[in-house]
């Protein structure tokens, strides 16, 4: 985890240089690096968060009619953390590339700070959902996904991580448009929203966290606002 953060860190420059170009300047290989860099900033950002889950799913895969009779898989662990990652990078990817289509990357100011403001509000708006609440639930209970998403052998393993993922996403995603869009990519709101997923999922009262991130989410929303028209 601390060398995902090193690298995001060291490659934050590319990275913004990429979402700064225009998408039809970027060929295959600039769109692949975007990738692998994007799957690492994942990585950075969501491992905290992932790791209990990552954690269950090697230990059970030591048991044997309920006794830990084996080493863990770290083969399957490995898929099934990749399967992950690799659905969240393809996710930021998508996401960067729709949003620069759309022009909505980059600094803004006077009227345009409503777009992040929008993006704030809805993500606040989100938090108290229905689909939030399904989401976040089955990411709370490692024990309770694995044991309810459970698939044998290597493929399986990436099929659960793909569950997982997919899961998260429809927790988070909305939070990646923050940082996307409100936070311009930067490590100070990485961090910020990297905090912020893990209380939510591994914290203390994890529907009273995830209330009042929404709170903030608001609050924060109404000032960007409030900028745009001083």
Do not use: N
Not at 120 to 146: D, H, N
Not at 160 to 180: E, R, S, T
Not at 190 to 208: C, D, H, N, Q, Y
Request: net charge positive; glycine share 10%; aromatic share 12%.
């Amino acid at each position: 985890m601390v060398a995902a953060w090193y690298v995001t860190w060291v490659t934050s420059d590319v990275m913004m240089a990429f979402v700064g170009v225009p998408t039809s300047s970027e060929g295959a290989l600039g769109l692949t690096l975007a990738f692998l860099l994007l799957v690492v900033m994942m990585v950075a950002m969501m491992l905290p968060s992932a790791l209990p889950m990552v954690l269950t799913y090697a230990g059970i895969t030591r048991l044997d009619h309920g006794q830990a009779v084996r080493p863990a898989d770290r083969v399957g662990t490995a898929f099934f953390a990749s399967a992950y990652f690799v659905v969240w990078g393809l996710f930021a990817v998508v996401a960067l590339l729709g949003l620069m289509g759309l022009g909505l990357l980059g600094p803004m100011d006077g009227a345009w700070l409503l777009v992040p403001a929008a993006v704030l509000l809805a993500s606040g708006a989100y938090q108290v959902t229905r689909a939030k609440e399904a989401c976040l639930s089955a990411c709370q209970s490692p024990m309770g996904f694995v044991m309810t998403h459970w698939r044998s052998g290597r493929r399986g393993a990436w099929r659960m991580g793909l569950d997982h993922a997919a899961y998260c996403i429809g927790c988070c995603w909305l939070f990646m448009l923050v940082l996307f869009v409100a936070g311009a990519m930067s490590l100070l709101w990485m961090g910020a929203i990297s905090v912020a997923i893990f209380l939510e999922k591994t914290g203390w009262r994890p529907v009273f966290v995830s209330r009042a991130i929404g709170v903030a989410l608001v609050a924060v929303g109404f000032l960007f606002a409030a900028q745009a028209f001083v």
